[in-house]
C-alpha cells in the first residue's frame, strides 16, 4: 500500500508508522508490525494503518494476525478501497470475490497514474498495446482501416498509441480520472470518457456519448485481470461492437481450469476454456489466439493470452 495519502492525523502515530516502514524496508517484519500496532493504539480507527500492519504481519509469517488486521479494515472501510478482501482470499482465509471492489481499482490506478507508463514498459517489460495491435493487423492488414476503435480501460493511453494509425476515429473508456488525464496527453483520442466495466451496460458509461452497435473494433488490453468473472463485460463489448465488429483483449494465463483465479498479485487469471465460453455466450466467434510473456513480476514472466473474436452478425 503505497499511498501518498497515507496519515493517521496523529503525529506521534504518524512517527511510529515511518520508523515502522523503516524496519520494514530492512526486511525486519516482525519490528515492523510491533511498531504498527503501537501506532494504532494511538488511532485505533486508521484502516490504512491496519493495512500496513497486515502486510507486515503476512511478511513476518504472522498470517493469523495479518487476517484480524484485514478483517478490521473491510469494518472500518466497507468500501474496501484497499483490498484488504482480496487479500483475505489470497491467505485463504475467504472466497475469493466474483470481482475486485470498484473502489479499490479506481484508487489503485489514480495513485499509480504518474508513473504507470515509465514502471510497466521500462521496469516490467510490458508489451501488450505492442502484440495486440500486431495481432490485429496480422488479421486485418497493416493498412485496415477502423471508423471507430472503443479502447475500453484505455489507461494512460498505450494501446491507443499503437491503433492510431488505424483509426478513423478513437475512443477512450477508464475507471480512473487521473489515467484518463495522462491519455489525454497523448493527443491521440478523439473522445475520453469514465466508465466502470464492471457494471451492467447500461449503467456503465459507455453510452453515455454513443449509441450501441458502434465500434469497428473493441480493445481491453491488459484490463480484464482487475475484473474478475466478467460477468458484466462481455454483454457490454456484445452492445458495443457493430454485427461483425471485431473485440481484442488480453488475459493472464489461468492454465487449464474452468474459473478465474485470484493471484497473489490481486489480479485474475483466466483460463483458456473459461474465455471462450463467455465469448460464445455474448455472441462472438474466436478467431484467433496467441500465447505471450505480457510483462514481469518479482522477476518473473507473467504468461498471457491475446484473444480476436468478431461479434456475430
Not at 5 to 33: C, N, Q, T, V
Not at 187 to 202: G, N
Not at 289 to 300: K, T
Request: aromatic share 8%.
Amino acid at each position: 500500500m503505497t499511498s501518498p495519502h497515507f496519515s493517521s492525523g496523529d503525529l506521534i502515530a504518524d512517527r511510529r508508522a515511518d520508523y515502522a516502514r523503516m524496519f520494514a524496508e530492512s526486511g525486519e517484519y516482525a519490528e515492523a508490525a510491533e511498531l504498527m500496532e503501537q501506532a494504532l493504539e494511538q488511532v485505533p480507527g486508521w484502516a490504512a494503518g491496519w493495512f500496513r500492519l497486515a502486510e507486515y504481519a503476512e511478511k513476518s509469517g504472522q498470517k493469523e494476525a495479518a487476517a484480524t488486521a484485514l478483517r478490521t479494515v473491510v469494518a472500518l472501510d466497507p468500501a474496501d478501497i484497499f483490498g484488504a478482501g482480496l487479500k483475505l482470499a489470497v491467505l485463504g482465509v475467504t472466497d475469493a470475490p466474483a470481482a475486485p471492489p470498484t473502489p479499490y481499482v479506481e484508487r489503485l490506478f489514480d495513485d499509480y497514474a504518474d508513473r504507470f507508463d515509465t514502471a510497466l514498459v521500462e521496469r516490467l517489460e510490458y508489451t501488450v498495446p505492442q502484440t495486440l495491435a500486431a495481432l490485429v493487423r496480422k488479421h486485418t492488414g497493416d493498412d485496415a482501416r477502423f471508423g471507430l476503435v472503443s479502447d475500453i480501460g484505455c489507461g494512460t493511453g498505450l494501446f491507443g498509441v499503437e491503433i492510431r494509425g488505424n483509426a478513423v476515429r478513437l475512443e477512450g473508456f477508464d475507471l480512473s480520472a487521473g489515467m484518463l488525464a495522462k491519455a489525454g496527453e497523448k493527443a491521440v483520442y478523439d473522445h475520453l470518457a469514465q466508465a466502470d466495466l464492471s457494471l451492467p451496460a447500461p449503467a456503465s458509461g459507455l453510452f453515455a456519448d454513443g449509441p450501441e452497435g458502434r465500434a469497428d473494433l473493441v480493445s481491453a488490453a491488459d484490463v480484464l485481470m482487475y475484473l474478475g468473472d466478467l460477468a458484466e463485460v462481455f454483454p457490454s463489448v456484445a452492445r458495443l461492437a457493430r454485427p461483425g465488429g471485431l473485440f481484442a483483449f488480453s488475459v493472464e494465463d489461468g492454465g487449464p481450469g474452468e474459473t478465474p483465479l485470484l493471484r497473489p498479485s490481486l489480479r485474475y487469471a483466466h483460463p483458456e476454456g473459461f474465455i471462450r465460453r463467455r465469448l460464445a455466450e455474448s455472441g462472438f466467434n474466436l478467431l484467433t489466439l496467441e500465447r505471450s510473456v505480457i510483462r514481469r513480476d518479482a522477476g518473473e514472466p507473467v504468461h498471457g493470452l491475446l484473444f480476436l473474436a468478431r461479434r456475430q452478425a
